[in-house]
């Protein structure tokens, strides 16, 4: 790889490193040989970059992040693990993003178009989605997924293994330990559901009917007192009811199916 002007004389990129052509990087930068770099990255002074570590196009990596550290897991043994970075993320400063484990998939993933702020940690085998807001702060454990669209307030711990669904949003420095259902509003320690992200959900283009479904299906998981599978049975019924909304009456009983950890409730 050719050291053009795009960067810095003081930055350390190992010849074996992939970048783009277009890719620029700061002042102290380090570059290890493994990384692949898409077109008009930029990486900012001092960051550390290593490991099995693919990135996409077009995002901006502040200085000081770390990102593609061996996880900081007590089992890891030096296996060949990943971390894959999409496009169009911004990645502020002292953010710390680890490789995968063999126990999981062996890559930690982030997708497109996230907006992840000041010193969040997103830890081994991780999947973010897409377009996400993670507030400066906020904490994955390893193993943890999150759906596309959520928003995580600053300070908020996410406990190894669990889910957070699709367009859900936690307030400030909450403690979250169960799933999040999709388009659920939490906060708290312990955590509780306030309600659902409907200006998120308008934001977005929401119309009526899928707005009056995600409603139902907050108002029969959190003010029926019904058990999770009669809120389930009922929640089905909604796609009949609701045709508009039968995709997100669908992702609401994927995840519901799939929790292991029990929902937050």
Not at 1 to 9: A, N, S
Not at 48 to 57: H, N, Q, S
Not at 65 to 89: C, F, M, V, W
Request: net charge neutral; glycine share 10%; aromatic share 6%.
């Amino acid at each position: 790889m050719e050291q053009d002007c795009l960067i810095h004389p003081s930055a350390i990129v190992h010849p074996q490193a992939q970048l783009d052509s277009t890719v620029r990087v700061g002042p102290y930068a380090v570059v290890g040989p493994k990384l692949r770099i898409g077109a008009h990255t930029t990486v900012g002074p001092h960051c550390v970059l290593e490991g099995d570590t693919e990135i996409g196009c077009h995002n901006q990596i502040f200085q000081f992040a770390s990102l593609g550290a061996q996880p900081q897991d007590k089992k890891y043994a030096g296996e060949p693990t990943q971390l894959i970075i999409g496009d169009r993320n911004t990645i502020r400063e002292f953010c710390t993003f680890n490789t995968g484990t063999v126990q999981d998939g062996g890559v930690t993933r982030i997708g497109n178009d996230n907006w992840i702020m000041a010193y969040v940690h997103i830890a081994h085998d991780c999947v973010v989605g897409h377009n996400t807001i993670l507030a400066n702060n906020a904490t994955l454990a390893g193993h943890v997924h999150v759906g596309d669209w959520v928003i995580l307030g600053g300070l908020t711990g996410v406990h190894q293994f669990t889910r957070i669904g699709a367009h859900a949003m936690a307030g400030f420095a909450s403690h979250i330990s169960q799933d999040v259902p999709p388009f659920m509003m939490v906060d708290g320690n312990p955590l509780a559901v306030r309600g659902f992200n409907i200006e998120g959900l308008r934001r977005r283009g929401f119309g009526e009917q899928r707005l009056r479904a995600v409603k139902q299906m907050h108002r029969l998981l959190y003010r029926q007192g019904l058990t999770l599978e009669a809120a389930r049975a009922a929640i089905a019924a909604l796609a009949v009811e609701l045709p508009e909304a039968a995709a997100d009456v669908q992702a609401m009983l994927d995840f519901l199916a799939a929790s292991q950890r029990g929902i937050a409730r």
